[in-house]
């Protein structure tokens, strides 16, 4: 027979006031404690930082052994190392948030770039594309803290149970002075000290105000860029007007385009554009980035090594070699701005909302190319930073654009069989939607290209992406992604108005690219002659010798 619920909760409560009565409470709540915070340890380090976060983490829970009189000095105590140890739980559920978003640390230079480079509007909306995590995260917190309160409080000794944590065996008074001088050992380390919450995020925190006021205003290095630049005698060789177009667009991975073998049909206009003009536009198959986040990628991109192994400013060379610079951004980032389109002559920030929280179309980008393109200028660089398909993926297409919203196609099929989430294939079909809107944006721009160049013009446009996206590819993951091979595929796309056959094209194509050394083909076809010029890192030349980045993963063949 089963009790009425009056009964249960009246069992529950005498269960309860048993336990919480029990003359050995005290320290049985001290070894729950302690195995609550091996727990919270586990769940946000690795095994090293695990050992080494519970050194730090012991003081405060030997500091509950000392029996204290006074209620009022109990209390005090209660609180200092709730403070303490809620300190812990925090650390930890930050770090595995972080881990899970990124593949990275807290103090990584990804992390660090992408929270100095943010601003209150984009952090909003990264928490509301990752509410469902941070729900589940806020959630844990509560609890964990609520149960760590009561523990702290349950476990500490006072002159009415001191019976209970009077140490009288041997061994325990040696294990006690190992976990002593174990304490004072971590403690004395700074690289173990400097682990320790308190002291941790509040550094964190020191050093993103200071990036960011880093990248505040940049223009001396700019103009030691452009001298140095000047002083590697770059020049444009000819006299025929020149004309680079370089599309550069965010978050997109190769492996969602239909372009590329993806069996959702995400790029028929750039498809339709290969079938087109074989001749003139390469498709590289195996485009890699060397970078898995924006800021690190751009740099990649733009600062080229030289003899003197002083990185120079790829728009410093075009500059100095008599390039006209046009750079036209839908990104809102100060870093992006200071340190690479302040090069230009022309500087046209459509887009003040940063990339996360904006839904403003890449499409804007076309009017203001349109006039880049009419610049009575003989040599034009044009720069074109586009959003993409960056998260959050559902902001980079029309209302009611998502062709893949219900779709049971065989994409849908896969990740079912893979065990994903139903979160993860919406994020998955709000990807390819996102693909699907840009495709027809990104030929827009060259089909704008075309129409301005006159037929004995020297002229090139390029498409490329700073760094791919894992999307459920191969883990339960939705965004930027150093740790899997998705975060770095990238798509890569040429078209020059010098024609080419299609067989040579074609061989091209299957030659690996890296974006890093992109810069190498640019100053190729801008015409551009320099004292650094490496001809073995431009992938249109005979010379070519592609050389496998290290992307800190292991990448069985770059061929794929």
């Known amino acids: 027979m089963f009790l009425d619920p009056l009964q249960q909760f009246q069992t529950i409560r005498r269960w309860t006031n048993s336990l919480w009565s029990h003359p050995q409470r005290p320290i049985w709540s001290w070894l729950v404690l302690a195995c609550f915070m091996i727990g919270i340890e586990v769940f946000g380090h690795d095994q090293i930082k695990t050992a080494q976060m519970l050194v730090l983490a012991l003081p405060f829970l030997l500091i509950l052994f000392?029996?204290?009189?006074?209620?009022?000095?109990q209390r005090l105590r209660v609180i200092f190392v709730c403070v303490a140890l809620i300190a812990f739980v925090l650390d930890s559920v930050l770090r595995r948030f972080i881990s899970d978003a990124y593949q990275a640390a807290p103090d990584s230079s990804m992390v660090l770039s992408a929270v100095a480079n943010t601003s209150l509007l984009e952090?909003?909306?990264?928490?509301?594309?990752?509410?469902?995590?941070?729900?589940?995260?806020?959630?844990?917190?509560?609890?964990?803290?609520?149960?760590?309160?009561?523990?702290?409080?349950?476990?500490?000794?006072?002159?009415?149970?001191?019976?209970?944590?009077?140490?009288?065996?041997?061994?325990?008074?040696?294990?006690?002075?190992?976990?002593?001088?174990?304490?004072i050992a971590g403690y004395a380390s700074k690289p173990w000290r400097k682990l320790h919450p308190l002291y941790f995020w509040p550094r964190i925190s020191l050093v993103t105000i200071e990036l960011r006021s880093n990248w505040h205003d940049l223009k001396a290095q700019r103009e030691k860029q452009l001298n140095f630049a000047k002083s590697l005698q770059a020049v444009a060789e000819g006299n025929t007007p020149s004309t680079l177009?370089?599309?550069?667009?965010?978050?997109?991975?190769?492996?969602?385009?239909?372009?590329?073998?993806?069996?959702?049909?995400?790029?028929?206009?750039?498809?339709?554009?290969?079938?087109?003009?074989?001749e003139q536009v390469i498709n590289f198959r195996y485009a890699w980035s060397v970078e898995a986040a924006t800021i690190a990628s751009l740099k990649?991109?733009?600062?080229?090594?030289?003899?003197?192994?002083?990185?120079?400013?790829?728009?410093?060379?075009?500059?100095?070699?008599?390039?006209?610079?046009?750079?036209?951004?839908?990104?809102?980032?100060?870093?992006?701005?200071?340190?690479?389109?302040?090069?230009?002559?022309?500087?046209?920030?459509?887009?003040?909302?940063?990339?996360?929280?904006?839904?403003?179309?890449?499409?804007?980008?076309?009017?203001?190319?349109?006039a880049a393109?009419?610049?009575?200028?003989?040599?034009?660089?044009?720069?074109v930073h586009m959003l993409g398909a960056h998260p959050q993926y559902k902001m980079r297409y029309p209302e009611n654009a998502n062709l893949y919203i219900d779709a049971k196609d065989k994409v849908y099929r896969d990740l079912e069989r893979q065990g994903r989430s139903s979160w993860l294939i919406e994020k998955r079909n709000e990807y390819d939607a996102a693909i699907r809107n840009h495709d027809a944006q990104v030929v827009k721009t060259l089909e704008i290209t075309q129409q301005a160049l006159d037929k004995d013009q020297r002229g090139a446009w390029i498409f490329v992406s700073d760094h791919g996206q894992e999307v459920a590819h191969t883990r339960n993951h939705a965004g930027h992604s150093a740790s899997t091979a998705a975060g770095f595929r990238i798509p890569a796309f040429i078209w020059n108005n010098q024609s080419s056959t299609i067989q040579?094209?074609?061989?091209?194509?299957?030659?690996?690219?890296?974006?890093?050394?992109?810069?190498?083909?640019?100053?190729?076809?801008?015409?551009?002659?320099?004292?650094?010029?490496?001809?073995?890192?431009?992938?249109?030349?005979?010379?070519?010798?592609?050389?496998?980045p290290e992307l800190g993963i292991p990448i069985s063949t770059f061929r794929n």
């Open 373 to 383: 393109l009419a610049r009575p200028v003989q040599r034009k660089l044009i720069v």
């Open 300 to 370: 990649s991109l733009f600062y080229l090594d030289t003899p003197n192994e002083k990185p120079v400013h790829l728009l410093a060379l075009a500059k100095a070699a008599g390039y006209h610079i046009t750079w036209i951004s839908n990104h809102d980032g100060q870093a992006i701005e200071q340190e690479h389109a302040r090069f230009a002559d022309h500087l046209e920030m459509l887009n003040n909302i940063p990339g996360r929280d904006s839904s403003s179309s890449d499409s804007s980008t076309h009017q203001p190319l349109i």
């Open 123 to 183: 952090s909003r909306e990264f928490i509301a594309s990752y509410a469902l995590p941070i729900i589940q995260l806020v959630i844990l917190s509560i609890f964990s803290i609520g149960f760590l309160v009561f523990l702290v409080f349950s476990a500490s000794a006072s002159s009415a149970n001191v019976k209970q944590f009077r140490i009288q065996s041997l061994w325990l008074k040696i294990l006690l002075g190992l976990a002593i001088i174990l304490c």
């Open 66 to 73: 000392i029996p204290l009189a006074r209620p009022r000095h």
């Open 245 to 278: 177009v370089l599309i550069l667009s965010d978050s997109l991975n190769r492996d969602n385009m239909s372009t590329h073998g993806y069996s959702r049909t995400t790029t028929p206009q750039l498809e339709n554009l290969s079938k087109r003009m074989p």
């Open 504 to 548: 040579a094209n074609q061989a091209l194509a299957q030659r690996p690219f890296r974006l890093d050394w992109l810069g190498w083909t640019m100053l190729t076809l801008m015409d551009i002659r320099w004292t650094g010029q490496q001809e073995n890192k431009n992938i249109l030349s005979p010379s070519y010798q592609f050389k496998n």
